[in-house]
């Protein structure tokens, strides 16, 4: 590089405040995200349903213990509404064809002392069945708690939201109605942070919160959630202010293990419709002994 190049590269990392952090020198952590179908929290609590939930409530397992490894087969198997859990009975009524039943997605995190950014990075699947969303062909959302405020999260991620009662789920109660937490309160912390990137032209981003519903406003936190496709790979970083500024903003500092999960709603998908991580948990510069722990390091 001749000098007058460099000297105005210095200028500029001098002068632009925001400087993104630089995506290369950050190793990304490989995520599948799967197809849950109609997989409920109730439905993972109940016994007779999953094998698993002595090891659940006994043992404290997590969810990304037993499922790193088969996260692609299970939401392969759901996607069909093929047979699932103990019972070997679908938990997808309405198998769409040719559906993904689950998309390896690269994440990759950061920090500055000041602010947090997520990047997630994905192939599209292939396109199947209607486009529910007309708007918005993609939306990628995070989910996370005030750092161990939300019961059962640092197990379960963001199965702390999904019940049966939700539209489209099992027993609706409404049409209307969306996730949220039992016993949710917004004073004490107890409620997913919720960042949302739409892929929509002239659609805005959401900062909002799920607490005893989800609310799509509120946030002050977010300061850019933004997108680019090129050929079938998407890319979509949140740029947050670690400070909560706003209703329903977590405000994320040092020391502190936080539990979140993504989610995905590919091709025009809606509602329960999406694929979802796994709970993961990330704490400023500090990695954790478990594998679903992330070390959100400083640049
Ligand atoms: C101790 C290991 C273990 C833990 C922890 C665990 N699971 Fe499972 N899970 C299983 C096993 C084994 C099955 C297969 C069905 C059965 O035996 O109940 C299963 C089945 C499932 C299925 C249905 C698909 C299939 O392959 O049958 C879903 C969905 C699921 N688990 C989600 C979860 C979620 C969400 C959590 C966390 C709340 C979780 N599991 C925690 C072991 C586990």
Not at 4 to 24: L, N
Not at 105 to 121: C, N, P, W
Not at 129 to 137: A, C, H, I, S, T
Not at 174 to 183: F, R, T, V
Request: proline share 4%; charged share 30%.
């Amino acid at each position: 590089m001749n000098k007058i190049a460099f000297a105005v590269m210095g200028v500029f990392a001098a002068g632009s405040a925001v400087a993104a952090p630089d995506w290369s020198k950050i190793d990304p952590v490989k995520i599948t995200l799967f197809y849950p179908g109609q997989s409920s929290l109730e439905w993972v609590m109940d016994k007779a349903e999953h094998s698993a939930v002595p090891d659940i409530v006994n043992k404290g397992r997590t969810c990304a213990k037993c499922h790193t490894g088969d996260a692609n087969e299970v939401g392969d198997k759901i996607v069909k509404g093929g047979p699932a859990g103990n019972k070997k009975a679908p938990i997808e009524p309405k198998p769409v064809a040719g559906k993904a039943g689950h998309i390896p997605v690269e994440l990759q995190t950061a920090h500055d002392g000041s602010k947090i950014y997520f990047r997630l990075t994905w192939n599209s699947p292939k396109p199947a069945g209607e486009k529910m969303d007309k708007k918005n062909d993609v939306k990628a959302t995070i989910m996370f708690d005030g750092g161990g405020t939300v019961d059962g999260a640092n197990q379960n991620g963001c199965w702390a939201t999904c019940h049966d009662d939700l539209r489209t789920m099992k027993t609706p109660k409404s049409d209307e109605k969306k996730k949220y937490i039992k016993d949710a309160d917004l004073a004490s912390g107890k409620f997913y942070d919720y960042i949302q990137f739409r892929s929509g032209k002239g659609e805005l981003m959401i900062d909002g919160y799920v607490a005893e519903d989800r609310v799509r406003e509120g946030g002050k936190s977010l300061i850019k959630a933004e997108g680019k496709k090129e050929g079938d790979k998407w890319v979509v970083t949140f740029e947050r202010d670690l400070a909560g500024k706003g209703k329903g903003d977590h405000t994320i500092a040092a020391g502190k293990m936080y539990n979140f999960g993504v989610a995905i709603h590919e091709n025009g998908a809606n509602y329960r419709y999406h694929h979802v991580s796994l709970g993961y948990q990330f704490a400023l510069d500090e990695k954790g002994k478990e594998k679903n722990q992330i070390s959100v390091v400083k640049q």
